[in-house]
């Protein structure tokens, strides 16, 4: 069964980093955009970041611009999260999954959606 595979998570303080991997396990198009969402237990899952399927064109929620980086290596299937200067508010378990459609207006690149589900990683930031 074709899915995600994601790790790097774990418990650091505030101010530390992290930086999350997710791996295409079985077949997985290089064509996807990839998204990366977190959910914490009894809210709703949020979309995050998400990086197009040539990594040229990336998007991000508003609370971890400038903290959070997204970034690629198709050559590995591997798409990766840079977590800087991570928050209490950033605990949650984060997943990745593909994206099931795009859009891509004046620069404004956007991700909805997703496919190939993983089991996630948490992360907890914590003193």
């Known amino acids: 069964q074709a899915q995600f595979v994601e790790s790097g998570g774990g418990l650091v303080q505030p101010g530390g980093s992290l930086r999350l991997s997710c791996v295409a396990s079985?077949?997985?198009?290089?064509?996807?955009?990839i998204s990366w969402f977190r959910q914490v237990p009894g809210k709703e899952r949020e979309g995050i970041s998400c990086?197009?399927?040539?990594?040229?064109?990336?998007n991000y929620l508003d609370s971890v611009k400038g903290r959070f980086t997204i970034s690629r290596d198709n050559a590995k299937k591997t798409v990766y999260l840079q977590m800087n200067n991570l928050e209490p508010e950033d605990t949650a378990t984060y997943y990745c999954?593909?994206?099931?459609?795009?859009?891509?207006?004046?620069?404004?690149?956007?991700?909805?959606?997703?496919?190939?589900w993983g089991r996630g990683t948490q992360v907890t930031v914590s003193r």
């Open positions: 990086i197009s399927s040539e990594g040229d064109a990336t």
């Open positions: 999954a593909a994206a099931q459609t795009v859009q891509n207006l004046g620069g404004n690149f956007k991700c909805f959606g997703g496919d190939y």
């Open positions: 079985g077949f997985i198009s290089d064509y996807y955009a």
